[in-house]
């Protein structure tokens, strides 16, 4: 800032900045192009900040579907396991044959032994 005797005089950096601004009018020019620049950036830095939370809040969704079917299918698959136990049982086999095909334990003679 420029001063006379001591004291500063205002305005005096206002009017150099003009008479700047006249001789290199390119810099206005380049001011508002690295304002603009810097806007973009930041609208782009936002635009990407919520499009990840939206992808998040998605996968979200997503994650808590698939645990639900995946804890689904487990209660599933433990309840046909018993149901497949449950069928293959050698009692219930062994009462199957003998009602419903009429099967019995084989006599005495019925018995043949191969050398």
Same mark, same amino acid.
């Given at each position: 800032?420029?001063?006379?005797? #001591?004291?500063?005089?205002? #305005?005096?950096?206002?009017? *150099? ?6 001789? %290199?009018? %390119?810099?206005? !020019? ?8 810097? !806007? ?7 635009? @990407? %900040? ?7 809040? %998605?996968? !979200? ?5 698939? @645990? *639900?079917?995946? @804890?689904?299918? +487990?209660? +599933?698959?433990? +309840?046909? *396991? ?16 003998? @009602?419903?095909? #009429?099967?019995? +334990?084989?006599? *005495? ?7």
């Amino acid at each position: 800032m420029a001063t006379a005797l #001591g004291r500063p005089l205002w #305005g005096l950096g206002l009017l *150099k900045r003009q008479q700047l601004d006249r001789l %290199h009018p %390119h810099r206005q !020019g380049r001011f508002f192009l690295s304002t603009l620049l810097l !806007g973009l950036c930041l609208l782009g830095l936002a635009l @990407s %900040h919520v499009w990840l939370r939206l992808q998040v809040v %998605h996968l !979200g969704y997503v994650l808590s579907t698939t @645990s *639900k079917l995946h @804890s689904q299918l +487990e209660q +599933e698959n433990r +309840e046909l *396991k018993v149901e497949l136990a449950t069928l293959t049982s050698p009692e219930r086999l062994e009462a199957m044959a003998r @009602s419903r095909l #009429g099967l019995a +334990e084989p006599g *005495k003679g019925q018995v043949v032994l191969l050398p």
